[in-house]
């Protein structure tokens, strides 16, 4: 038997076109992995919501704002592309814990502190917001 057709045990040959597809999806799968974690569009919207009130900045903006809660004040940052909670009256600090979100549908919370920040899935118009 020809040792190129038991190579890889299906007694075919590997042939160019077999490496062509595995280099192809190789490909696709990194830049799948860099637009699933790159930080947001220029476009993309931050909602924040606390003490009755509601936010909207684009995610390229830098702020940093207080919300107020019934514990208190909590701490949202917007910088770089993405949003986070700096700090909150709670005490089991989750919320900071969470870190930056920076994709649409992202969000996190104080829930204790009944505060909100989201990147909504939208087209980037503000009027698409859906609250």
């Not at 799948?32 to 903006?61: C, T």
Request: net charge neutral.
């Amino acid at each position: 038997m020809n040792a190129a057709k038991t190579r890889n045990g299906a007694g075919k040959a590997v042939k160019p076109f077999d490496y062509a597809v595995l280099v192809l999806a190789s490909i696709l799968t990194l830049l799948a992995f860099v637009s699933a974690y790159s930080g947001g569009k220029d476009g993309d919207l931050v909602l924040v919501r606390g003490g009755g009130n509601n936010w909207v900045f684009p995610l390229s903006a830098g702020e940093r704002l207080a919300v107020p809660g019934p514990l208190g004040e909590t701490i949202v940052e917007i910088r770089g592309g993405e949003a986070r909670i700096v700090s909150s009256p709670c005490t089991n600090q989750t919320c900071v814990a969470a870190g930056m979100i920076h994709t649409p549908g992202q969000w996190t919370a104080c829930l204790p502190n009944r505060v909100m920040v989201s990147i909504p899935e939208t087209d980037g118009s503000p009027d698409a917001v859906s609250w």
